[in-house]
C-alpha cells in the first residue's frame, strides 16, 4: 500500500515532465532532468552535511601519511617503520571518521533516490533507450555493461537502456555541480 502511494505521488511529479519530453515514448530528456534533480539533491546534501575543510585536511594527512609509510617501505628504515606504525592507531581513527563524515549524505538521500529508481523502472520510462556513438559507447565500457546486464532490447548498435542513461547523466551532472559548489576534490 505504501508503495503504491509513493509510486502515485511521483507519477504525479514526474508524468508532466515525461508530457513534456519532444519524445514521450522514449523520454532520454525526463531521465535527465530526473538525474539532474537526483545529482543536485545529493551533490547539496554532500555539501551541507559534510564538514568539506576538514574532509580535505584528513585526506591530506592520509595521503602525507601513506608517502612517508612508503618511503620509510622502500628505504627500509625500520626507526620510521616503527615511528610510522606507533602513529597508525590515530591514522585508523581519522579514517573512521572520514568514513563517517561521507556516510551523512547517503543515509539522507538513500531512501528517496531507492523510490525515484523504483517509479523509474515501473513507468514508460523504462522502456528508453539511447543510442550512443560508437566511440562514446566504447570508451564508457558500454560492452563490458551489457556482458552483466545484457544489451536493451532493440536492433540499435550502440545503445543503452534507461540505468545506462540515467547512470552516464548522473555522473556529468554531479561532476559539473561538485565543480561549481566549490568541492575541492576532483571526483
Given at each position: 500500500?505504501?508503495?503504491?502511494?509513493?509510486?502515485?505521488?511521483?507519477?504525479?511529479i514526474?508524468a508532466?515532465?515525461?508530457?513534456?519530453?519532444?519524445?514521450?515514448k522514449n523520454?532520454m530528456?525526463?531521465?535527465?532532468?530526473?538525474?539532474?534533480?537526483?545529482?543536485?539533491i545529493t551533490?547539496?546534501?554532500?555539501?551541507?552535511?559534510?564538514?568539506?575543510d576538514?574532509?580535505?585536511?584528513?585526506?591530506?594527512?592520509?595521503?602525507?601519511?601513506?608517502?612517508e609509510?612508503?618511503?620509510?617501505q622502500?628505504?627500509?628504515?625500520?626507526?620510521?617503520?616503527?615511528?610510522?606504525?606507533?602513529?597508525?592507531?590515530?591514522?585508523?581513527a581519522?579514517q573512521s571518521?572520514?568514513m563517517k563524515m561521507?556516510?551523512?549524505?547517503?543515509?539522507?538521500?538513500?531512501?528517496?533516490?531507492?523510490?525515484?529508481?523504483?517509479?523509474?523502472?515501473?513507468?514508460?520510462?523504462?522502456?528508453?533507450?539511447?543510442s550512443?556513438?560508437?566511440?562514446?559507447?566504447?570508451?564508457?565500457?558500454t560492452?563490458?555493461?551489457?556482458?552483466?546486464?545484457g544489451?536493451p532490447?532493440?536492433?540499435?548498435p550502440?545503445?543503452?537502456?534507461?540505468l545506462?542513461?540515467?547512470i552516464?547523466?548522473?555522473?556529468?551532472?554531479s561532476?559539473?555541480?561538485?565543480?561549481?559548489?566549490?568541492?575541492?576534490?576532483?571526483?
Amino acid at each position: 500500500m505504501v508503495v503504491e502511494i509513493v509510486y502515485m505521488v511521483l507519477d504525479a511529479i514526474f508524468a508532466p515532465l515525461i508530457s513534456l519530453d519532444p519524445t514521450p515514448k522514449n523520454p532520454m530528456l525526463t531521465i535527465f532532468v530526473i538525474s539532474l534533480i537526483i545529482s543536485l539533491i545529493t551533490t547539496l546534501a554532500q555539501k551541507l552535511l559534510v564538514d568539506q575543510d576538514e574532509m580535505k585536511e584528513i585526506q591530506d594527512e592520509m595521503k602525507a601519511y601513506q608517502k612517508e609509510m612508503k618511503e620509510a617501505q622502500m628505504s627500509g628504515d625500520n626507526r620510521q617503520m616503527a615511528k610510522l606504525q606507533a602513529k597508525q592507531g590515530d591514522v585508523m581513527a581519522k579514517q573512521s571518521k572520514m568514513m563517517k563524515m561521507s556516510f551523512k549524505p547517503m543515509i539522507v538521500t538513500f531512501i528517496p533516490i531507492l523510490l525515484v529508481f523504483y517509479w523509474m523502472a515501473q513507468s514508460v520510462v523504462s522502456k528508453t533507450i539511447v543510442s550512443l556513438p560508437p566511440a562514446v559507447y566504447y570508451t564508457l565500457l558500454t560492452p563490458l555493461w551489457h556482458m552483466f546486464y545484457g544489451p536493451p532490447t532493440t536492433t540499435l548498435p550502440y545503445a543503452v537502456g534507461w540505468l545506462g542513461w540515467h547512470i552516464l547523466c548522473t555522473f556529468a551532472l554531479s561532476q559539473i555541480l561538485r565543480k561549481y559548489m566549490g568541492f575541492k576534490d576532483g571526483f
